[in-house]
């Protein structure tokens, strides 16, 4: 079992920069591939960036590719999202997940556990 707290969200201007974090609870956390996905309202909960367990991989939704870093610190049981040069388009409710495969997938429902979400809001 794993429990999995966001932190770090709020309200920022467009070309801003937030790093939300992800605290997970458990011994097991080295054991899962880590992502984050965000949901806008109306829109459907959508894939941000993946974390392999070591850390050593990494993957990104193309819009955010060059702006987004998601970085891990096992020791801490801890997962990062800096988020840099921040548009309206990425407002949204932002949810880290833990996915017990090797190689981290992109859909949802590779994902077992999840966290409560953070909210970020970027005005134009």
């Known amino acids: 079992q794993v429990q999995l707290v966001e932190s770090g969200g709020g309200l920022v201007q467009a070309g801003g920069s937030l790093r939300l974090s992800c605290a997970a609870s458990?011994?097991?956390?080295?054991?899962?591939?880590m992502g984050w996905f965000r949901q806008a309202p109306g829109k459907e909960r959508e894939f941000v960036a993946a974390?392999?367990?070591?850390?050593?991989?990494?993957y990104y939704k193309d819009s955010v590719k060059g702006r987004f870093t998601i970085s891990r610190d096992n020791a801490k049981n801890t997962v990062y999202l800096q988020m840099s040069s921040l548009k309206p388009e990425d407002t949204a409710v932002y949810y880290c997940a833990a996915c017990p495969r090797v190689v981290p997938r992109t859909t949802w429902d590779e994902y077992d556990y999840w966290g409560q979400g953070t909210q970020v809001t970027v005005s134009s």
């Open positions: 458990g011994r097991t956390f080295s054991s899962y591939a």
């Open positions: 974390i392999t367990r070591s850390g050593g991989s990494t």
